[in-house]
């Protein structure tokens, strides 16, 4: 339902942005520009691109690998967006791609912009999103000092949409104004669709090993394993701890499912979320 919310919103957003954009564009204004003009100019700084670098690739990367409540739990409790990790882990691992090789060789990509402008329009309204949903969490952070990473989102989201902006204007000589406007529109479909299907089919996995057999259970792990990177794995916990009593916990059905977590996760199934015998 969310993911499903995400996509129309976005899509909605980035067919409109577009529109605007290829209709609104033009000409060079004589008046100086303001800041935030500035921030979107087609023209990059020197400043800008070191910014680029550190918010579009290189804190993001840092963000996922010391996330400790957005997207996986570390023991502190249920994950604030746990249900969208396959989501969010593979579009921002598209976007991440996408932004270095669209740092690195810029507008000499051409009529490739189009693709890079549909991806970077939907990493930022994500982006956008995410920071704003992650603020409460993040003003409470900054005690702890690490909450400052909290606020990455939202200057990831500056950095993906100027440069979907500046894509669709590296591509725009080289392709009629209706051609690109479907193109780009169309790459930011896939880049939404593409991580939801993914999203989806996961969760389906985690529905039918919480009403399956154990047969089930055993054919969704090995699915689940082929894309264990993308899986919160502690769904398996809070289905292992919602059983209705300590029989059931040690079903066949149950002692596989924390089996396949500790294989997952390296820690017995009984210890998470600080819970023992």
């Not at 490739?112 to 930022?124: C, E, I, M, P, R």
């Amino acid at each position: 339902m969310i993911i499903g919310v995400l996509i129309v919103l976005v899509f909605i957003i980035v067919t409109v942005a577009f529109v605007s954009i290829s209709f609104g564009a033009g000409g060079k204004s004589t008046i100086k520009m303001g800041f935030w003009r500035r921030q979107f100019q087609i023209q990059t700084t020197s400043k800008q691109k070191i910014f680029d670098w550190i918010f579009g690739v290189g804190l993001p990367v840092i963000c996922f690998v010391f996330d400790p409540i957005v997207f996986k739990n570390n023991g502190v409790g249920n994950a604030i967006l746990g249900n969208l990790k396959p989501f969010a882990y593979l579009l921002s691992f598209i976007s991440v791609l996408a932004m270095s090789a669209w740092l690195i060789w810029g507008a000499k990509l051409k009529v490739f912009g189009v693709f890079f402008a549909g991806a970077f329009a939907v990493g930022g309204m994500i982006s956008l999103i995410v920071g704003i949903v992650l603020v409460p969490f993040s003003l409470i952070g900054l005690i702890f000092l690490v909450g400052i990473l909290g606020f990455t989102p939202l200057f990831s989201a500056i950095v993906f949409l100027r440069n979907a902006i500046r894509a669709y204007h590296a591509a725009k000589p080289f392709i009629e104004k209706p051609i690109l406007i479907y193109s780009v529109v169309l790459s930011a479909i896939f880049s939404l669709m593409l991580p939801a299907v993914v999203n989806l089919e996961i969760k389906r996995s985690f529905e039918n090993i919480k009403n399956g057999d154990v047969q089930t259970v055993r054919a969704e792990a090995k699915k689940l394993k082929y894309v264990a990177p993308l899986v919160n794995f502690e769904g398996l916990a809070l289905l292992y701890f919602s059983s209705s009593s300590s029989e059931e916990q040690r079903s066949e059905k149950m002692k596989e499912i924390a089996e396949f977590y500790e294989e997952m996760t390296g820690k017995d199934i009984k210890n998470s979320f600080g819970q023992s015998d």
